[in-house]
């Protein structure tokens, strides 16, 4: 059971994280509190060291993780505005003249869908083509729920 020093926990992009030191492998470690089975109070103390900071910690380490999809998209809007409506752990935002290119990575690609459907600006997916199948798809549900009127909801 890993032993914490300078613990943080931290709330990003609806889960939320324990980030600190593990004595066992004597290093950072950040852990998703969801997927911890159980926790073993210890009576020790211990003093974060300074200029520790667990939110730092917890979104550089998610920006060098693994996602199965590398996704590029051309937003045509203000860079500053875009960069406060995105999750700064899973993008990269840079100004051209053509718009603001974004690299993004992402598990699932209809959170992507959600997530440039959301944004209030144009914009082009470059690659990969499944994107686009999957903001059809998201099209097609919120035109079925347009369409719907209340009678038709399940009871």
Known sequence: MPRWKSPGVVFHTGRW?????DHLRDGLRTFRIGRIASVTARSR???APDGFDPVAHLTSTLAR???????????????DEIARRLPRSAFTLTARP???????????????AHLLA??????????P??????????ADQLTAAAE???????Q
């Open 45 to 47: 103390h211990f003093t």
């Open 98 to 112: 053509s718009g603001v290119l974004m690299h993004a990575r992402a598990e699932r690609l209809d959170g992507m």
């Open 65 to 79: 993780g693994s996602y199965r999809w590398q996704v590029e998209v051309t937003i045509h809007g203000p860079l």
């Open 129 to 138: 083509d499944e994107p686009r199948q999957a903001l059809k798809n998201l």
């Open 148 to 154: 719907r009127g209340p009678e038709q909801l399940p």
């Open 118 to 127: 959301s944004l209030e600006w144009p914009f082009a997916v470059h690659h």
């Open 17 to 21: 994280y324990v980030v600190g030191h």
